[in-house]
């Protein structure tokens, strides 16, 4: 198998188990990642903000 075919196997691959299995695999670490991104911090403040007031929140 030339490099080129196993190159484009492996892109067919890919491909294929992504399709099936969803992307499991982030395409960037989280240390490539915008720090004030998605944090639990804000999901933490959405979840305050939806206690409705008689709950004392």
């Known amino acids: ?4 075919q196993s190159a484009e196997k492996k892109s ?3 491909e294929a188990l992504a399709r099936i299995f969803g992307d499991v695999f982030p ?3 989280s240390d ?3 720090p004030q991104g998605s944090s639990r ?3 933490d403040e959405w979840l305050r903000r939806q206690v409705p007031p008689h709950h004392g929140g």
């Open 1 to 4: 198998m030339s490099d080129e």
């Open 12 to 14: 067919v691959d890919k």
């Open 27 to 29: 395409e960037t670490t």
């Open 32 to 34: 490539e990642r915008d």
């Open 41 to 43: 911090s804000s999901d």
